[in-house]
């Protein structure tokens, strides 16, 4: 019996490194949007998606929107983003253009409002 609690011990501080590792190489969350411009908010928040301030990014955890309206939705908050990353994946420059072009995005930025 001790034999198996100390197994179950060991898997259970397993897991919980990887979930450790996972998280730092996604820090912050799950998505991360750079605003072109310094940002003065520290939050903000995108029909039901909160998003934080965290050094000059804002991150999410994930949102019920797809990637590319989520992108969308910051960037109307934000002005234009120069980078975008879902689960540790950036944008590529089509995709980020997408983003920054969708109506309604433009230059402004929260840093100037």
Same mark, same amino acid.
Request: charged share 15%; proline share 4%.
């Given at each position: 019996?001790? %034999? ?5 011990? =060991? ?7 990887? =979930?450790?590792?996972?998280?730092? %190489?996604? +820090? ?6 750079? +605003?072109?411009?310094? +940002? ?16 000059? &990014?804002?991150?999410? =955890?994930?949102? +019920?929107?797809? &990637? ?23 944008? &590529?420059? &089509? %995709?980020? =253009? ?16």
């Amino acid at each position: 019996m001790r %034999q198996v609690l100390a197994f179950a011990a =060991a898997i259970l501080v397993g897991s919980t490194m990887i =979930a450790a590792t996972a998280d730092a %190489q996604t +820090p912050g969350g799950y998505y991360v949007a750079t +605003p072109a411009a310094q +940002p003065a908010k520290s939050t903000l928040v995108t029909r039901s998606t909160a998003w934080s301030l965290r050094g000059a &990014d804002y991150v999410a =955890a994930r949102a +019920p929107e797809r &990637d590319a309206v989520l992108c969308q939705l910051i960037a109307r908050k934000t002005g234009q983003l120069s980078g975008f990353t879902v689960a540790g994946k950036a944008y &590529d420059a &089509d %995709q980020l =253009a997408k983003c920054n072009g969708a109506r309604g995005v433009g230059s402004a930025s929260v840093a100037a409002r």
